[in-house]
C-alpha cells in the first residue's frame, strides 16, 4: 500500500513539472484545439443553418444579437429614438431622482413642428409665484360616499406585482411612496410583507386570478380580503378588468420568478408558468361587475375602481347605462393605454390591442360628463405618464390624476435593459436572482423616489402656473394644442370637443 501511495505522488509530482515545463505552449495550443472542436461540431450540426454553413465565424452572429439591444441602445439610438422609453427622458429621471442638474442647454431638440407633437399653450399672464415655494402636495378626495374616503396625491406609482420585481425593488419603492406621500399600487401579484412593512399608502389590485384573496381552489376569498381591507394602510382596491400592454389577456409570471415566498402570498404552486385567466369569472356583464363593486365596497368601507385598457367603446355606453339604473359605481377608474407596460406579453396583444391613453381618457371623460356622472367618478391616468409635462398634459384632457411605473423603476436604477420578462435584469429589479438583486441597495435607492415624485410634480406646477394657472382642475382640453400638419396647429378642444358637466339625474 505505502509503495502504491509513493508512485501516485511520483507521477503527481512528475505531471506537475511536465505541465510547468510546457505551459506555454498549452496555453497557445489550447485555443486552436477549442476552435478545431467548434469547427467539426459545427460542420456535423443540423440545428443552426448559419453554424451549419459558416463554422466558427457563425457564432458571432449569435453573439452579436444576444448584444445588440446594448449596441442599439448605447452606440447607435440618438437620445430621442429609442423605445419604448427615449433616452433624454431616462435621463431627466436619473438627474432629478439623485437630485443632479436636469436642465437642458442650447435649445430644444424637439420637432416642434412635426405632425402628432402635443404642446401646452401658456398665458401671457403667468401666476407669478417663487419657485421654490411651489405648491407641489396637488391632491384630490376619492370616494367621499365611503366609510374611509381617500385623499390621493395627484401622481402615484401604477401596478407593480411582487414577483415581476423582486423584494430589493418592492422595498424601495414602497418606502419611497411613504415618503412621498402618495400610494404604491400592489399590482395583481397580492400584498407582501415588503409593501405593508414600509407603511405607505396601498392600492390593492385584484386580477382575474384573485392573487392574495384566493382560497386555495383559486376562488375569492371573503377572508382575506377583510384581512387586507382592516390594513390601515391598504387604502383602496383596484379591480383589474384589463391592462393596456396586454388587452384581453392575464398577467404572466414566468416559473423562473417563482419562489417559495411568492407562491405562499399568491396561492399557486411552483415549476410551472403562473398565467391568470383572461376575464372574471365572479360576473359576465356590466350589471355583475357593478354588482360586485357594491359588495366590495360594502365590505371594505373604502374606495373601490377598476382598471381598464378601452377596445369596443359600446361597453363604456353598456357601463354608464347600468351604472344609472343601478345607482352603483366605481369611486375611480384607472385608464390604461395601448402604450402601457408589462413585464412579459404576447407581441401582437402589446402592438395591435386597445386604444392609446390620450384618446381614451378624453372619450371617458365626454361619456361621462354627458351622463351626469362625471362628478362622482375619479378618473386616473396610466400609461407612460412619466415627466410633468405628461402630468399637465393628461389633466388637461380629462384626467383628475395619473399613476406610473416606469419612471419610478427608472429613479432605483432601470438601465432600460429590456431584460424583464427573463429574470436576468442587470439593475437588479425585475429579478429573483439573489446576486443580481444584491447589486440594488435598498436604503441607497429609498430617497430617490420622493425625489423623482417631487421633481413630477414641481415640473407639473410650473406649467400651471405658466399657463395662468393655481389649480390642477383649472387646465382645459382647449390649452393643449396639437401639430396636425406643417404650420396646421390646433387646439385639443377643437379636434375633440370637451362638453360640459352636467348634474347627476
Not at 301 to 329: N, S, W
Not at 338 to 365: C, Q, W
Not at 402 to 426: Q, V, W
Amino acid at each position: 500500500m505505502e509503495e502504491l501511495i509513493s508512485h501516485f505522488f511520483g507521477f503527481f509530482k512528475h505531471t506537475l513539472k511536465f505541465l510547468n515545463h510546457y505551459s506555454g505552449l498549452l496555453m497557445m495550443g489550447t485555443p486552436v484545439l477549442l476552435i478545431i472542436a467548434a469547427f467539426f461540431y459545427d460542420v456535423n450540426q443540423k440545428k443552426h443553418t448559419i453554424r451549419r454553413n459558416f463554422p466558427v465565424i457563425g457564432i458571432a452572429r449569435y453573439f452579436l444579437e444576444l448584444i445588440g439591444p446594448e449596441l442599439r441602445q448605447y452606440l447607435f439610438h440618438d437620445e430621442r429614438s429609442d423605445r419604448p422609453i427615449p433616452r433624454y427622458i431616462r435621463s431627466w429621471v436619473y438627474a432629478h431622482s439623485k437630485k443632479q442638474l436636469a436642465t437642458v442647454a442650447f435649445g430644444t431638440k424637439k420637432d416642434v413642428d412635426k405632425p402628432g407633437t402635443l404642446l401646452i399653450r401658456h398665458s401671457a399672464f403667468p401666476k407669478s409665484v417663487d419657485e421654490k415655494s411651489y405648491p407641489t402636495d396637488h391632491r384630490l378626495v376619492i370616494g367621499p360616499k365611503r366609510r374611509k374616503p381617500y385623499l390621493a396625491s395627484r401622481f402615484n406609482i401604477a401596478g407593480m406585482s411582487y414577483g415581476a420585481l423582486g423584494k430589493n425593488a418592492i422595498q424601495a419603492l414602497s418606502n419611497g411612496a411613504k415618503l412621498a406621500e402618495c400610494y404604491h399600487n400592489t399590482g395583481e401579484g397580492g400584498v407582501s410583507s415588503y409593501h405593508l412593512d414600509s407603511g405607505a399608502d396601498l392600492v390593492v389590485q385584484i386580477g382575474t386570478a384573485k392573487f392574495g384573496v384566493r382560497d386555495k381552489e383559486g376562488n375569492f376569498s371573503e377572508e382575506k380580503f377583510l384581512e387586507l381591507a382592516n390594513q390601515d394602510n391598504v387604502k383602496m382596491f383596484e379591480i383589474k378588468i384589463s391592462q393596456g400592454a396586454k388587452p384581453g389577456k392575464g398577467g404572466v409570471l414566468p416559473k423562473e420568478k417563482i419562489s417559495a415566498e411568492i407562491a405562499e402570498i399568491r396561492g399557486i404552486e411552483m415549476g410551472e408558468d403562473v398565467i391568470s385567466p383572461p376575464a372574471h369569472k365572479e360576473w359576465e356583464d356590466e350589471y355583475g361587475l357593478l354588482k360586485w363593486i357594491d359588495y366590495l365596497q360594502e365590505l371594505s368601507g373604502k374606495p373601490v375602481g377598476i382598471k381598464l385598457c378601452l377596445g369596443r367603446k359600446r361597453f363604456i355606453d353598456h357601463l354608464i347605462k347600468a351604472m344609472k339604473e343601478t345607482k352603483i359605481m366605481p369611486d375611480f377608474i384607472s385608464v390604461d393605454g395601448a402604450e402601457g407596460a408589462t413585464g412579459a406579453a404576447p407581441l401582437a396583444h402589446t402592438d395591435y390591442l386597445g386604444y392609446p391613453l390620450k384618446d381614451a381618457i378624453m372619450f371617458i371623460d365626454n361619456k361621462l360628463r354627458d351622463s351626469g356622472l362625471r362628478e362622482e367618478i375619479r378618473l386616473n391616468a396610466s400609461g407612460k405618464i412619466i415627466t410633468g409635462a405628461d402630468l399637465a398634459i393628461i389633466i388637461a384632457l380629462g384626467a383628475d390624476m395619473a399613476s406610473g411605473a416606469r419612471g419610478f423603476m427608472l429613479s432605483i436604477g432601470c438601465i432600460h435593459a429590456l431584460k424583464c420578462n427573463t429574470n436576468h435584469c442587470p439593475a437588479g429589479i425585475a429579478t429573483h436572482d439573489p446576486w443580481l438583486q444584491r447589486g440594488l441597495v435598498v436604503e441607497t435607492k429609498i430617497p430617490r423616489v420622493p425625489n423623482y415624485h417631487h421633481a413630477v410634480l414641481h415640473e407639473f406646477t410650473s406649467l400651471l402656473h405658466a399657463c395662468g394657472y393655481e389649480k390642477p382642475e383649472d387646465l382645459k382640453r382647449e390649452d393643449v394644442m396639437k401639430v396636425v400638419d406643417f404650420h396646421k396647429i390646433i387646439p385639443m378642444n377643437e379636434i375633440v370637443a370637451q362638453p360640459p358637466l352636467k348634474a347627476c339625474e
